[in-house]
């Protein structure tokens, strides 16, 4: 955007920076990491759920969330390669080989909890990425503008989920005389209520 100014603070109504200014460098390598460690991690929690993948559309679903996690990673490694020198080049590779594992704390064993990730989780990550696209550092907020379209479908594949999942249920429910959901194999009201208290609070 030409002629794209900062919006607030104490910059406010100056041009954006094209190049990282001294006295925030640390501070804006600090904030890129830290995003940057959040994409991989989020892989890491659902590398086994293509095993159970209740259809095609849904393994396709998580490979694709997968691939633009691991694009942003990759878009936070730029960042860092490009505008941080040596020690921003020491940081990327420190990025690329690290391990989270469970990062959030919540482990996404199944795909009730995938669902709820993306569906809450990426909400979250909507709003950071919404913060950082108002970044003075020009390229940081770009870089993360584009990433905000890609956040939205994992959003979408979440909300989706559930939903496909409470109308199975529901479906069961008139199915059988006695309304057991689990018997039939599919997920009962109160497990889908148990998670979205879970994931929402």
């Known amino acids: 955007v030409e002629g794209r100014l900062h919006h607030f603070g104490d910059n406010m109504g100056t041009p954006v920076w094209d190049e990282v200014p001294g006295e925030f460098r640390n501070m804006l390598r600090r904030l890129i990491v830290t995003q940057g460690d959040t994409e991989p991690a989020s892989v890491e929690q659902q590398r086994r759920l293509g095993e159970t993948a209740p259809s095609l559309y849904d393994l396709r679903n998580l490979f694709q969330v997968n691939v633009e996690e691991g694009r942003h990673l990759w878009a936070m490694v730029y960042l860092l390669h490009t505008y941080f ?3 921003g080049r020491e940081e990327a590779e420190e990025l690329l080989q690290r391990r989270s594992g469970d990062a959030f704390n ?10 709820m990730f993306t569906m809450f989780t990426d909400r979250d990550g909507k709003y ?20 905000l379209t890609e956040e939205a479908h994992h959003m979408f594949v979440g909300e989706t989920g559930v939903q496909r999942v409470v ?10 005389p006695n309304g057991d959901v689990r018997a039939q194999g599919g997920v009962d009201l109160p497990t ?10």
């Open 85 to 87: 020198g040596r020690d």
């Open 106 to 115: 919540e482990p996404t064993s199944h795909w009730l909890s995938f669902f």
């Open 128 to 147: 950071q990425l919404a913060a950082l696209a108002e970044s003075g550092f020009d390229p940081l907020a770009r870089t993360c503008r584009f990433m």
């Open 167 to 176: 109308k199975r249920a529901c479906e069961l429910i008139k199915a059988d």
């Open 192 to 201: 889908v209520q148990k998670y979205l208290n879970l994931w929402y609070t």
